[in-house]
């Protein structure tokens, strides 16, 4: 996470592009220039920035043609300048280079749990020496920091706090105050206090440019506490702000080497570091080596050069890959491709603009600088009246005005695999060029990979090291936890009749498979049944005697009728929980069901009493079935929490009958798969049934024979139980069995994966409504292997709009730092009495790309100027949209004539400023995005 910003700089300097009226045929296009910029972060095995490249080091290949590296610099992150872009005035102050800020730290003290009582502090409570580790810790973490980085000092205790700031001596005399912590107030009091605290820096630094870190150090708290209050709710809340806005918590346990039975207190913190891809460092006493862990962010940044050959102006995407000459094991991380300029129009909008709804968002026609546009370049002028306007009397240039605002918003998805040969091995030898991952099809760009290797006793480690030789005894290391086994049985969903199988193969697997490294664990979804990780197989043998279906809610017709929630939904789809007797009962196979069921069962005479009691078993069944799964999937998402924190090898045998996910539940289900890829937890799973026979035949009826619809819908909906088993094993790496050899799926369960690879990529042009994403992996290789990968994600569900996507990459680009160079679009300052900022856009109309339309030549130009201040604080936006109708005389009129400017204009105070400037067009899409300083004096 916090390299992603530089491996995803977007410093390609697209081909400055001419327009000349030439006969009747259009614009036409011509290539100037064309230089691409690939930034590369080299690391070692310990993942410390490697310094000592040259450009012959590095081989550059786009689109598998190597490259002639033309350019090469060696940068220092956190170098990014600003300069002065002031015109030209004999009393205007000019503005040094200033280093445009891009890390944001915010260090936040937990204070607030300093233990003010004799003795020693209780447990979830710092000494008043702790308080001196922690402040010494903030010091030096400081000093490790850029000139340009921007820290600020938030107290859970309320003390002096210190927004972002490059100021180092404001930030040491925040350090110096003593903690206003009083221990005398109830612990769940200050809890909510530091919760509360979080959600405000979290708010405060979503639009923040660059990369956004907080670093917590904190005795931690418990997520219970023996008022059984439950943080859970509270702690994926915050981690779920922060991964929207870009944050990665780093957290430090405040207390060093602390006894084990107190350790729950630091969980909390852990579940904030794993959830937003930080990192958590406890049990130390080390400080330095702790802040040097905390301040990994890499110093140096290679950027290559080179000028594409023979481009052919089709607007196609080149993959870009970045080797290293040497055999040194480091790794590479660069810019994954670029897009090529379009000479035909690339990704145009619709022929017609969607009309833009009345609002008080709706950018209001600014008059006057439309006319003085127009009359700059002998367009006609307009009148503003440009409601309903058509082709023949709409004005040729008008400028619109509107509000800027902003919402974060990221998409990330990951993707394990596992690989294995005809024998069944795991292998661990491919690259990621290897692997090819398509989403609905379209293959995409794998931005993120890495192999996950078990890590058994004796096991070599990654690129070929060899183990070093422990200095324990032999008896004492292998005696070293390093496979922690979950077994959770699915009580909510079991029957009595599928419990003695699993449980004796659950209990011979103890018996003589159990390894003296592993620890098991036994779990039911209901909570009722409940064995923490051990190394007695009989306690867990014993635990299993105990577990019984426990469904949420009872029926009375259970015995012998059971309307699954699968069946409820199919039904509430198709009809309603309201359907009509009798005319509903050919319009849904799922009800005729029912009510066929429910007369086996029940003998009522009076078929309208029979539907009206398969109707209501069906509404207990929708509300009762969507509470079922909720705990279930909350129950397992519980489960991986907890084990994220234990080391070595993480399992969860999950045996169940299989329980139906509703699509108003996929995104519970998306955030289980997600956490466990994250925290490394394997979700292994097997159908208790076996090989199960058609619920159509159950030989416990009686009564007439269903019909063929009746027995097709049955089928379905025992299908439909198993596919969210499936789903959870191939979507973290496990297995899934669905045969009838148990105790075979239990030990194949157990046994993880040698090699263990994750492929990450961000969909490209992704609709948000809510849709189901197939994917599919594959190996590009010549031998014949078989891969496991997970089946797919479901889109977040928002109304897709093209607009809101226009909108987002705008956003993205003023709240990044990168200079972008794409359209014919220059920023210039000025400042005015008032004090007043004149942010001037100079646009060259006669380079930009026209489409033409009812014989006009259109295209929309969004400009955004923003002012951040000296630390990078978003002061204030504006936007405005530039819109030309241009006739075709205006455009051979405009081909020797300067460009125009759009003048934004801000009341500003004495102080240093960075200006934003992002242009972006309609026709090409394409953006330029550029800094400047200024100083008011």
């Known amino acids: 996470m916090n390299v992603k910003r530089f491996a995803a700089f977007l410093l390609l300097f697209l081909p400055v592009i001419g327009m000349s009226a030439q006969n009747d045929a259009g614009p036409t296009i011509k290539v100037e220039t064309n230089v691409v910029l690939v930034p590369v972060v080299v690391r070692d095995r310990d993942g410390n920035t490697v310094a000592d490249l040259k450009r012959e080091d590095f081989q550059l290949f786009d689109s598998g043609r190597e490259q002639e590296i033309r350019q090469f610099a060696v940068e220092e992150t956190g170098r ?279 609002s008080k968002d709706t950018p209001e026609v600014s008059t006057v600088e439309s006319n003085a546009i127009a009359a700059a370049i002998g367009a006609n002028v307009s009148n503003g009246a440009v409601s309903a306007p058509t082709p023949s009397n709409e004005p040729e240039i008008s400028t619109r005005d509107s509000a800027v605002s902003f919402k974060v918003q990221t998409n990330l998805v990951e993707v394990p695999v596992v690989v294995r040969d005809r024998e069944g091995h795991a292998v661990g030898n491919l690259q990621k060029d290897d692997f090819r991952v398509l989403d609905k099809g379209k293959r995409q760009q794998i931005s993120k990979f890495r192999v996950e290797k078990a890590a058994g006793p004796g096991a070599e480690q990654m690129g070929g090291g060899k183990a070093q030789p422990s200095a324990q005894p032999a008896a004492v290391a292998a005696a070293r936890p390093d496979h922690y086994i979950a077994f959770v049985f699915d009580d909510i969903h079991i029957q009595i ?148 924190l234990l080391p070595g090898q993480r399992s969860i045998i999950l045996a169940s009958p299989g329980f139906f996910v509703s699509p108003d539940l996929q995104d519970q289900g998306t955030d289980l798969l997600t956490l466990a890829i994250r925290a490394k937890v394997l979700i292994n799973t097997i159908d208790v049934r076996g090989v199960w026979t058609s619920p159509a035949f159950d030989a416990s009826q009686t009564g007439r024979a269903p019909s063929a619809d009746i027995t097709t819908f049955k089928d379905l909906d025992a299908s439909a139980s198993d596919d969210e088993l499936i789903a959870l094993a191939e979507g973290t790496g496990g297995t899934v069995n669905l045969n009838n050899d148990f105790l075979g799926g239990v030990r194949k369960a157990a046994e993880t994966p040698e090699y263990l690879y994750v492929l990450a990529f961000e969909p490209q042009n992704l609709k948000i409504d809510g849709s189901f994403h197939p994917l599919k992996v594959t190996v590009e290789t010549k031998q014949k292997l078989a891969v496991q990968a997970r089946r797919g994600y479901w889109a977040p569900k928002r109304a897709d709009d093209p607009l809101a996507a226009s909108k987002q990459e705008i956003e993205n680009a003023v709240f990044s730092t990168d200079e972008i160079h794409s359209l ?71 081909e020797h004539d300067p460009p125009i400017t759009i003048k934004t204009t801000f009341d500003v105070k004495p102080g240093i400023y960075l200006v934003r400037l992002v242009a972006r067009d309609a026709e090409a899409q394409a953006i330029t995005a550029q800094n400047g300083a200024v100083t008011v004096p």
């Open 824 to 894: 014919p679009v220059e920023l210039h300052t000025q400042l005015v009495a008032g004090p007043k900022l004149d942010v001037l856009t100079s646009v060259d109309l006669k380079q930009l790309r026209l489409r033409k339309a009812d014989d006009r030549n259109r295209n929309d130009v969004t400009i955004v100027a923003s002012l951040f201040d000296n630390n990078g604080n978003f002061l204030v936006g504006s936007q405005k949209i530039l819109q030309l109708r241009l006739k075709d005389e205006t455009v051979e009129r405009i």
């Open 80 to 358: 990014n300048m600003a300069i002065d872009r002031s015109l030209p005035a004999p009393d205007a102050a000019s503005a040094a280079p200033l280093a445009v800020p891009d890390r944001f730290v915010a260090l936040v003290l937990d204070d607030v749990r300093i233990f003010r009582g004799g003795g020693d502090p209780p447990p979830g409570f710092l000494s008043p020496g702790d308080d001196v580790y922690i402040r010494e810790a903030a010091r030096k973490y400081i000093a490790t920091l850029q000139p340009a980085d921007r820290v600020a000092i938030f107290q859970t205790s309320g003390g002096p706090m210190v927004d972002f700031t490059a100021d180092r001596t404001a930030l040491a005399k925040a350090l110096q105050n003593p903690s206003l912590g009083d221990s005398s107030q109830p612990m769940e009091r200050m809890t909510r206090a530091t919760v509360l605290l979080l959600q405000n820096i979290f708010q405060r630094m979503a639009h923040l440019p660059g990369q956004r870190q907080v670093v917590f150090m904190s005795p931690g708290m418990a997520l219970r506490d023996e008022a059984h209050y439950d943080r859970t709710s509270d702690t994926m809340a915050l981690i779920d702000r922060a991964v929207r806005s870009g944050i990665v918590i780093d957290s430090l346990d405040a207390r060093g080497l602390y006894p084990a039975p107190n350790r729950g207190f630091n969980e909390f913190m852990a579940r904030l570091a794993d959830g937003t891809g930080g990192r958590f460092i406890t049990d130390t006493n080390d400080m330095d080596g702790a802040v040097h862990k905390l301040a990994g962010t890499p110093r140096i940044i290679y950027v290559l050069g080179f000028s594409p050959e023979a481009l052919k102006q089709d607007g196609s995407f080149h993959e870009l890959k970045v080797k290293l000459r040497s055999q040194r094991n480091l790794d590479v991380q660069a810019r994954k491709g670029y897009w090529e300029p379009n000479a035909k129009g690339l990704a145009r909008l619709r022929a017609q603009p969607p009309a833009e709804a009345a």
């Open 497 to 644: 009749t599928d419990l003695p199988q699993i449980s004796d193969a659950v209990k011979r697997y103890l018996g003589s498979s159990l390894r003296p490294g592993d620890r098991v664990a036994l779990y039911t979804t209901s909570g009722k049944v409940a064995v923490d990780f051990t190394t007695s197989a009989e306690a867990i043998s014993e635990a299993l005697l105990k577990i019984r279906p426990s469904p949420r809610t009872a029926s009375a017709l259970r015995y012998c009728l059971n309307v699954t929630y699968f069946q409820a939904v199919q039904v509430d789809q198709q009809v309603s929980t309201h359907p009509i007797y009798p005319d509903d009962l050919a319009r849904s196979a799922a009800l005729r069901t029912a009510v066929f069921d429910t007369d086996r069962c029940t003998h009522i005479p009076d078929p309208k009493t029979v539907f009206d009691t398969a109707v209501q078993e069906i509404r207990d069944a929708l509300i009762n079935g969507k509470q079922e799964t909720r705990a279930t999937l909350m129950m397992l998402q519980n489960l991986v929490r907890h084990m994220a």
